[in-house]
């Protein structure tokens, strides 16, 4: 059976038009992908604490010398990697904030990229070690910026994935939302298409 993987991480619990999208994504993605399992993850709901001298604790002290409260905080991340790890399909919502992902979904980033769980280092350098895995980007953004040297989010986001082995990515874009009705009902018209040919 499928599982779909669908993480949103808009910073807005209502109204946030990455969760519209990402949220119509996924049921098309169903649609073609009868009986799939949905694993939804709101971000905004649940949301992750920023790394500090605790987390980064965790995650570097060996799991045998670590203590109840560290040990708490690895095994948080070992379950959201044991998640994505499960997905067939990964589905994103990355509204861009300030030519970036969100706060949310950057702390959920350093959550799961774990040497040795989620990428290791070799003799050739590094290696992914989330494979197999078909990641649906969906980009809301105010502005127009795609294809211009302001669009810092779309190569983050693919380095990063690509990092960690997901290299099989597809964007969706949603822009001009916040240049009036006509370009932000374009935007959506234009993203809505792009779902409609998944």
């Known amino acids: 059976m499928t599982t779909i993987l669908q993480i949103n991480s808009a910073a807005r619990s209502q109204g946030a038009t990455s969760t519209l999208l ?31 001298d605790s987390i980064l604790g965790a995650f570097f002290t060996p799991a045998d010398k ?7 905080i690895a095994a948080r991340s070992d379950a959201l990697i044991a998640e994505l790890q499960a997905a067939d399909i990964v589905v994103i919502g990355a509204p861009l904030y300030n030519f970036g992902v969100s706060s949310q979904l950057k ?56 990092f960690l082995g997901m290299t099989d990515v597809t964007f969706v874009y949603a822009e001009g939302l916040a240049m009036g009705p006509e370009a932000a009902s374009a935007g959506l018209a234009e993203a809505r298409e792009a779902i409609a040919a998944v």
Do not use: C, M, W
Request: positive net charge; glycine residues 8%; without cysteine.
């Open 66 to 72: 670590r203590t109840a409260e560290q040990a708490a």
């Open 107 to 162: 702390t959920y980033f350093d959550f799961i990229a774990r040497a040795g769980s989620t990428f290791q280092y070799t003799a050739n350098g590094s290696e992914g070690l989330v494979k197999g895995k078909q990641v649906y980007v969906v980009a809301a953004r105010g502005g127009k910026y795609l294809d211009t040297p302001t669009d810092s989010q779309t190569p983050f986001l693919k380095t990063f994935l690509g």
């Open 22 to 52: 990402v949220n119509e994504l996924t049921a098309k993605l169903q649609q073609s992908n009868p009986g799939a399992q949905v694993v939804a993850r709101n971000l905004q709901a649940e949301p992750l604490p920023h790394l500090d």
